[in-house]
T-cell receptor
Framework: DAKTTQPPSMDCAEGRAANLPCNHS???????VYWYRQIHSQGPQYIIH???NNETNEMASLIITEDRKSSTLILPHATLRDTAVYYC?????????????FGGGTRLMVKP | DAGVIQSPRHEVTEMGQEVTLRCKPI?????LFWYRQTMMRGLELLIY????????DSGMPEDRFSAKMPNASFSTLKIQPSEPRDSAVYFC?????????FGQGTRLTVV
């Protein structure tokens, strides 16, 4: 699976949008971009995933560049509860499921 | 569904003892993963099952670690003998093709 690069940490003001970048320049055509987050001491939680098109759900939006070499996770109105480590993962999906390899992630601190 | 259930939540054991961690995946999920998390190494994938068959165990650190999935509703991760460097939080996750759901983890301390 392709590697990802994320900034180690970011701050965001409560109520503002949090934009978390991820570089995946070696992504291949059949690999998806996944985002998970881990709130202190809990198991990672799925946020969103996409292949080519931008995606939105109740938690976040995922913007993937046209060349698919980078993406941005957007939390539109960050709250204190969004403080967590956010992981960007690139993975193939097939009938045998998908193997998720976690990197260092971005530690997002939402401040009042 | 109650989600992925792991037991025990906490385990403290003496070096040299056998440790067994247990996982019940979400019903209907066909993939199961075991991860280990430490401050130094982050989240590491240990082993991955699909339809109860081990697909990739390249992350298993050494022969002291073994994992089984005797049926679709149960998996174990065993460490024998345990060592202090095995102290970590161990997570189990299950998925059906795409989204993976993680359990709350087992915090293992080997003294």
């Amino acid at each position: 699976d392709a590697k990802t690069t994320q900034p180690p940490s970011m701050d965001c003001a409560e109520g503002r949008a949090a934009n978390l970048p991820c570089n995946h320049s070696t992504i291949s055509g059949n690999e998806y971009v996944y985002w998970y987050r881990q709130i202190h001491s809990q198991g990672p939680q799925y946020i969103i995933h996409g292949l080519k098109n931008n995606e939105t759900n109740e938690m976040a939006s995922l913007i993937i560049t046209e060349d698919r070499k980078s993406s941005t996770l957007i939390l539109p109105h960050a709250t204190l509860r969004d403080t967590a480590v956010y992981y960007c993962i690139v993975s193939k999906v097939n009938n045998a499921g998908n193997m998720l390899t976690f990197g260092g992630g971005t530690r997002l601190m939402v401040k009042p | 569904d109650a989600g992925v259930i792991q037991s025990p939540r906490h385990e403290v054991t003496e070096m040299g003892q056998e440790v067994t961690l247990r996982c019940k995946p979400i019903s209907g999920h066909n993939s199961l993963f075991w991860y280990r998390q430490t401050m130094m190494r982050g989240l590491e994938l240990l082993i991955y099952f699909n339809n109860n068959v081990p697909i990739d165990d390249s992350g298993m650190p050494e022969d002291r670690f073994s994992a089984k999935m005797p049926n679709a509703s149960f998996s174990t991760l065993k460490i024998q003998p345990s060592e202090p460097r095995d102290s970590a939080v161990y997570f189990c996750a299950s998925s059906q093709i795409t989204e993976a759901f993680f359990g709350q983890g087992t915090r293992l301390t080997v003294v």
